[in-house]
């Protein structure tokens, strides 16, 4: 059996770097699907705590497979060593993102590549930043527990090899890569999804519905188990923010400015799952009740 999946080697090691809410479902799903991953972040027993919790979300076959592969860096020099892939999971700040991949391009080896979890932001800024344009992706998962969609963006400085490196990676956790060809801002499927949370934040500040109905009309709707506010919960209020801002930032739509509730939401810790409140209070959150469908808002 080959070793190798087009030329994504599945015997070297990928190093995920943030172990946020997005690093630790992307190292889960490497672990999971056999690869060595070395999982860094710059806050202390971060990335342990993220592999305790990786652990949670795997059956007992996957458990082993989790438990042995997954592993944490106590460096960012550590978690490079070797690696075929450095793949970033900072938050949505471009200044932050561009420091994090010029630290990461500088130590990972020549024939290494570099890839970034951006949500909304475009490829070429960040990858003029990383000193190797031509092995640099943007790669942006959903939730890979449970949607096998990822998102692919390159830039013009994208070698064709990176992008065949980008889809065999993918493909070797499970995922399937849609390829956005050419670069705007929240790729292609994040824009759709950006419309309905841009319409839901909307609807609550200015008092047309509430987070729980909303949710109950899309779950109703599609016969789906989770809403746009149940999502943006498990996504992290935070992240929602950070990525609002990005929008605004480019367009100056006043439109397209975050809601002063999510900014006061997120200013009081209330980020979500990641902080046990945000549109709903964690655990057993509202929308996993069996009755939360049929009950009124106020009841």
Same mark, same amino acid.
């Given at each position: 059996?080959s070793n190798k999946?087009?030329n994504?080697?599945l015997?070297r090691?990928?190093?995920?770097?943030?172990a946020?809410?997005?690093?630790?479902?992307?190292a889960?799903?490497c672990?999971?699907?056999g690869?060595?991953?070395?999982?860094?972040?710059?806050?202390?027993?971060?990335?342990?705590?993220a592999?305790?919790?990786?652990?949670t979300?795997s059956a007992?076959a996957?458990h082993?497979?989790?438990?042995?592969n997954?592993?944490?860096a106590e460096?960012l020099?550590a978690a490079l060593?070797?690696a075929?892939?450095?793949?970033?999971?900072v938050p949505?700040?471009?200044?932050?993102?561009?420091?994090?991949h010029?630290?990461?391009g500088?130590?990972?080896?020549d024939n290494a590549?570099?890839g970034?979890?951006?949500?909304?932001l475009?490829?070429t800024?960040?990858?003029?930043?990383?000193?190797?344009?031509?092995?640099?992706?943007?790669?942006?998962f959903?939730d890979?527990?449970?949607?096998?969609?990822?998102?692919?963006?390159?830039?013009a400085?994208?070698?064709s090899e990176?992008?065949v490196?980008?889809k065999a990676w993918a493909?070797a956790i499970?995922?399937i890569?849609i390829?956005?060809?050419?670069?705007?801002?929240?790729y292609s499927?994040?824009r759709m999804?950006?419309v309905i949370?841009?319409e839901a934040?909307?609807?609550?500040a200015?008092?047309y519905?509430?987070p729980?109905?909303?949710d109950?009309?899309w779950?109703l709707?599609?016969?789906v +188990?989770q !809403?746009?506010? %149940? &999502?943006m919960?498990?996504? =992290?209020l935070?992240?929602?923010l950070?990525? /609002?801002k990005?929008y605004h930032?480019?367009s100056n739509?006043?439109t397209?400015?975050a809601p002063d509730f999510l900014?006061e939401?997120v +200013?009081? !810790?209330?980020? %979500? &799952?990641?902080a046990?409140? =945000?549109?709903?209070?964690?655990?057993n959150? /509202?929308?996993r009740?069996?009755?939360?469908?049929?009950?009124?808002a106020d009841d």
């Amino acid at each position: 059996m080959s070793n190798k999946m087009g030329n994504f080697d599945l015997t070297r090691p990928v190093a995920i770097i943030g172990a946020g809410v997005m690093g630790t479902k992307v190292a889960w799903a490497c672990a999971r699907a056999g690869l060595i991953t070395e999982l860094f972040d710059i806050e202390e027993g971060k990335a342990s705590g993220a592999k305790t919790l990786a652990l949670t979300w795997s059956a007992d076959a996957e458990h082993h497979a989790v438990k042995n592969n997954l592993h944490v860096a106590e460096s960012l020099e550590a978690a490079l060593r070797g690696a075929q892939l450095g793949f970033e999971n900072v938050p949505e700040r471009l200044e932050l993102k561009q420091k994090v991949h010029r630290q990461i391009g500088a130590l990972l080896d020549d024939n290494a590549y570099l890839g970034s979890n951006a949500s909304s932001l475009t490829c070429t800024p960040l990858a003029e930043s990383s000193g190797r344009a031509s092995r640099f992706f943007n790669l942006n998962f959903t939730d890979p527990r449970y949607m096998q969609l990822v998102e692919l963006m390159t830039c013009a400085d994208t070698a064709s090899e990176t992008i065949v490196f980008a889809k065999a990676w993918a493909r070797a956790i499970g995922m399937i890569p849609i390829w956005v060809r050419k670069e705007q801002l929240g790729y292609s499927f994040n824009r759709m999804w950006r419309v309905i949370k841009k319409e839901a934040l909307r609807q609550i500040a200015q008092g047309y519905s509430t987070p729980q109905d909303i949710d109950r009309s899309w779950m109703l709707s599609f016969g789906v +188990e989770q !809403g746009p506010c %149940g &999502l943006m919960d498990e996504v =992290g209020l935070h992240s929602i923010l950070s990525i /609002e801002k990005v929008y605004h930032q480019d367009s100056n739509d006043p439109t397209d400015r975050a809601p002063d509730f999510l900014v006061e939401m997120v +200013e009081r !810790g209330e980020t %979500g &799952l990641p902080a046990g409140k =945000g549109f709903y209070t964690y655990p057993n959150p /509202e929308y996993r009740q069996p009755d939360f469908l049929v009950r009124d808002a106020d009841d």
